[in-house]
């Protein structure tokens, strides 16, 4: 009897399932946060772009004003403090006149400032003009106070190679 008790006990333990090789624990993956990280916009930049809101111009004119030399002297001198700051200048003219005159109008406008800038000591490589000219008027009015907002420049503040930085220019 012992001997069918050990058949029966062979039998038994080779029909069992044999236990599974324990895999690897893999932890789980982890809590991505799903908001996009947002850089802190450096002091003087912000400074830049309320400095840097606007500068004006006279009718069919691309003289700077006191005023906007003003706004340039102060910025030129933080640009002399952060060398990573780069500017975009944007040229812009009112509707008056043809495409082709207000292009180069706002073109001449933005190679003013450039060149103001240029000479308070701001490298070539930190600036560079756009002409809109009449396509982005802040007024569409017109009238000859919307005609005075739409003769302007405005400017793109960045740092960094980081993204710019919008002023209350648009």
């Known amino acids: 009897m012992l001997r069918y008790t050990l058949v029966a006990a062979l039998i038994l333990a080779s029909g069992c399932k044999k236990k599974p090789i ?3 624990i893999v932890a789980p993956p982890p809590v991505v946060d799903e908001k996009p990280k947002v850089k802190e916009v450096p002091p003087p930049v912000v400074e830049m772009t309320k400095n840097f809101s606007r500068v004006f111009f006279e009718f069919d004119s691309a003289d700077l004003t ?3 030399k003003s706004a340039l ?3 030129s001198s933080i640009m002399s403090q952060y060398s990573d700051i780069r500017l975009e200048i944007q040229g812009h003219a009112d509707e008056r006149g043809t495409t082709e005159y207000n ?3 706002g073109q001449k406008r933005a190679d003013a400032v450039v060149r103001y800038l240029l000479q308070r000591g701001v490298s070539t490589s930190r600036v560079k003009s756009v002409s809109y000219g009449e396509e ?3 007024d ?3 009238t000859e106070t919307a005609w005075e907002q739409n003769r302007r420049a405005e400017f793109v ?3 960094s190679g980081d993204a710019p930085v919008q002023g209350t220019s648009n």
């Open 66 to 68: 006191a005023e906007g």
């Open 22 to 24: 324990d895999e690897p």
């Open 73 to 75: 002297d102060a910025n």
């Open 103 to 105: 292009l180069a109008l």
């Open 140 to 142: 569409g009015r017109a």
């Open 136 to 138: 982005r008027p802040l």
């Open 157 to 159: 503040v960045s740092w």
